[in-house]
């Protein structure tokens, strides 16, 4: 059994299970943020919202009078993920911005135990953190120079903030399909953690 | 190279032209517009064709008027402006040029 909201959905009422209302949320949400530059964004939200109305329509019969997380799916499928929609669109885009590979050090904090500096510094040499965090140790514990070190790089490397750093802090070139890649491998991760 | 880039590129420009076509024979709504683009395959996602739709009559190639609906809201209705119908007939010789070209090239 579950809960059913009503929604009005481009001027027409419907019953929709609360799972299938989330997932379209979500889904209207991420075409908000997709058209977000467009002139007339606003516009185009409402004609697609008109159509799902419209598709919705043609899966309630008598005997079924909710709808479902699989018609939202379906829905979803047949007018397409903002992926979908601007593999269409202007593609040029993607080639034009485009920084090439600056390698930079940073701090990860992402990745930190302390500062993420043992983070940065392996990833800038694309070694395992915990070598450079082993290395650390072992100086400090010979005289203390490593802590020294430790913090001197603390206050000098910046935190890799924006998604740019964090590529840059890898050496890749720093393009829109890279900071797509990147942006998406973080969400998985978060909602793998949140186990969504 | 990027081959769906390519085709997808291919594709975009042939979208908006297909549009304009469509309404050249008759006025209609968004939806007749669909699925006649589905039914060519010139289309895969719905999601495409709106804000083409809306850049068209931005730019006054089309315009549309609210129809009322004995079952619901009232839905647009979409046709070809004036300077729509010339913009066609330009992309109707461009297309066919296009298409003697291509051919030329293919077929030496």
Avoid at chain 1, 10 to 20: H, K, L, P, Q, V
Avoid at chain 1, 132 to 140: A, D, H, N, Q, Y
Avoid at chain 2, 58 to 68: D, G, I
């Amino acid at each position: 059994m579950k809960i059913t909201l009503s929604v009005n959905i481009g001027g027409y009422s419907f019953n929709i299970d609360e799972d299938a209302y989330s997932e379209l949320k979500r889904y209207l949400k991420n075409l908000q943020l997709h058209f977000a530059g467009e002139e007339s964004s606003a516009e185009i939200l409402s004609d697609i919202e008109s159509r799902i109305a419209e598709l919705f329509r043609t899966k309630l019969t008598s005997y079924k009078q909710v709808i479902t997380i699989d018609d939202v799916n379906n829905v979803i499928s047949v007018l397409g993920t903002p992926e979908d929609i601007s593999d269409n669109e202007r593609t040029s885009a993607k080639d034009k911005f485009s920084s090439p590979g600056y390698h930079r050090m940073y701090r990860d904090t992402d990745h930190r135990i302390i500062g993420g500096v043992c983070s940065g510094i392996g990833a800038y040499w694309n070694v395992d953190p915990w070598i450079i965090r082993l290395i650390f140790v072992v100086v400090t514990m010979l005289g203390g120079l490593g802590l020294l070190v430790y913090l001197i790089l603390y206050i000098v490397l910046p935190e890799a903030r924006t998604t740019a750093q964090k590529i840059e802090m890898k050496g890749e070139p720093v393009n829109i399909q890279n900071i797509k890649d990147s942006v998406k491998k973080e969400f998985d991760t978060v909602r793998k953690n949140m186990n969504l | 190279m990027d081959l769906e880039n390519t085709k997808a590129q291919m594709r975009k420009g042939i979208l908006e032209y297909c549009i304009l076509s469509i309404l050249s024979r008759s006025s209609c709504y968004a939806s007749d517009i669909i699925k006649e683009l589905k039914d060519a395959k010139v289309i895969v996602v719905e999601g495409t064709l709106y804000p083409l739709l809306t850049r068209q009559k931005n730019a006054r190639l089309l315009s549309y008027r609210w129809e009322e609906s004995p079952q619901g809201p009232p839905r647009k209705y979409y046709e070809l402006t004036k300077e729509g119908k010339e913009y066609l007939a330009d992309l109707d010789e461009s297309w066919n040029d296009l298409v003697e070209s291509v051919n030329l090239i293919r077929t030496r």
